[in-house]
């Protein structure tokens, strides 16, 4: 048995990275979310070139942050798990 007694404990997580398979328009996508703490989010999509498509370029660039590519996919792989 420990002699340790845990008080209290705090987890900080300040990085992640999510595997994600998706459809939009009847294509499939592949792609790699990544979020830390200093630089926010990356997208990285799994394709031949690993080149982001144009219609993602757009919503990354053009969208506000609330109703980024990058928050939408986040959002939906958590009510996925949850």
Known sequence: MSEITIKESNQRITGWA??????????????????????GYEL??????????????????EGDVSESLF????ELTE???G
């Open 18 to 39: 999510k595997d994600i398979n998706f459809e939009y328009e009847g294509e499939r996508y592949s792609v790699i979310l990544y979020w830390n703490i200093e630089d």
């Open 71 to 74: 928050a939408v996919l986040d």
């Open 44 to 61: 990285l999509f799994k394709n031949k070139n690993c080149q982001t498509p144009e219609w993602a370029e757009k919503w990354i660039v």
């Open 79 to 81: 009510r996925e798990d």
